[in-house]
């Protein structure tokens, strides 16, 4: 059972930043595409954005394109979300999966991803 633990999140005004972190076990970093989901409430689960450490390949969501960036750090086993620019629209629960599916086009899917974590609420003041 690959565990994910997720850190970060919080309150912040609108325009501001903030980064996730989502700590991986080593086998789950090097075996795993790492992604990102978000879930506000009454709508359904929202792809940001996956990382495969293994070749670097990284997609992103369409609403948070330019404004996101993932990136990680192997020597900690540990993915990151930077948020800048932060909306209203981005207050929701951001959750943190991995996948062993290979090819991209899969990553835009929950149903994709085997492990999940307990996610972190981001909110977003206006």
């Known amino acids: 059972q690959e565990q994910l633990v997720e850190s970060g999140g919080g309150l912040v005004q609108a325009g501001g930043s903030l980064r996730l972190s989502c700590a991986a076990s080593?086998?789950?970093?090097?075996?795993?595409?790492m992604g990102w989901f978000r879930q506000a409430p009454g709508k359904e689960r929202e792809f940001v954005g996956t990382i495969n450490w293994s070749d670097g390949k990284i997609v992103y969501g369409d609403s948070v394109k330019g404004r996101f960036t993932i990136s990680g750090d192997s020597a900690k086993n540990t993915v990151y979300l930077q948020m800048k620019s932060l909306k209203s629209e981005d207050t929701a629960v951001y959750s943190c999966?991995?996948?062993?599916?290979?090819?991209?086009?899969?990553?835009?899917?929950?149903?994709?991803?085997?492990?999940w974590g307990q996610g972190t609420q981001v909110t977003v003041s206006s």
């Open positions: 999966a991995a996948s062993s599916a290979r090819y991209s086009d899969s990553w835009y899917y929950p149903s994709r991803y085997a492990y």
């Open positions: 080593e086998r789950t970093f090097s075996h795993y595409a």
